[in-house]
């Protein structure tokens, strides 16, 4: 079976849970993230997306999840991160992950070639290899799309300086992407809570989602209950 199909016949409205953490975060560790890999395996996940070559070795080691793999790249000449070399896609080949995911948004690349030019190369370099665009907004979705890609998730909605302070999980993105993406649609971002995920695997056109920080990542989660608990003293101490 082809890595797109087997990815996508094992992850169709399913949860894909992303095992991430770091250099400056307190779980940043190879073994760690294997283990929230298989954590999240026992709990019913059906793929993984991770970061780093090491990560993924690790978590192949560990589970036999389809993967979406990255890797997160900070270059000063630019703002994309997330896969944005031709080097880091060869990596990732190597590794063997059914999906690469990379930046598809239309800031230029740290190199200064546009999104199509980068995504022509890599296109007909690796013919064979399925590629997820992670998009900030509507018009990125369709045009990622119009040039090659093979899925399109959400992820970047929030992240880009033109979609900050949008609110998350964006459900008017998911649902305009679902109707007229006509390629299988990731929903990812800021989705904390499980009537959230059942709304977004309930719209029409969305074949999967992936959640991160709400459950592998400890710090994040403390802040988010260390806030609402914050907000209760206040209102406490305002009566």
């Known amino acids: 079976m082809q890595k797109k199909e087997f990815f996508l016949s094992k992850t169709r409205g399913g949860l894909i849970v992303s095992c991430q953490a770091l250099e400056t975060e307190p779980l940043h560790s190879s073994y760690i993230m294997s283990r929230m890999a298989y954590a999240a395996k026992l709990g019913g996940a059906c793929g993984i997306r991770a970061n780093s070559v090491e990560d993924i070795r690790a978590i192949r080691a560990t589970v036999d999840l389809p993967m979406i793999g990255i890797i997160k790249q900070e270059i000063a000449s630019s703002p994309v991160y997330i896969t944005p070399t031709e080097a880091s896609v060869g990596y990732l080949v190597e590794c063997g992950v059914e999906i690469i995911a990379l930046d598809a948004t239309c800031r230029p690349r740290p190199d200064g070639r546009s999104l199509d030019e980068f ?50 999980p964006d459900f008017e993105l ?18 904390w809570s499980p009537e959230a995920l059942k709304k977004v695997l309930s719209t029409p056109g969305v074949h999967a989602a992936v959640i991160g920080s709400a459950i592998t990542r400890p710090m994040e989660i403390t802040r988010h209950f260390v806030a609402a608990a914050r907000e209760a003293r206040a209102e406490q101490e305002g009566v």
Do not use: N, W
């Open 119 to 168: 995504f022509a190369v890599l296109r007909k370099r690796y013919p064979d290899q399925p590629f997820m665009a992670d998009c900030s907004t509507y018009e990125e979705g369709i045009h990622a799309r119009e040039i090659g890609f093979d899925l399109v998730g959400t992820t970047l909605c929030g992240y880009t300086d033109y979609t900050k302070g949008t609110s998350l």
């Open 174 to 191: 998911i649902a305009r992407l679902g109707a007229d993406l006509h390629l299988p649609l990731i929903a990812e971002g800021g989705i």
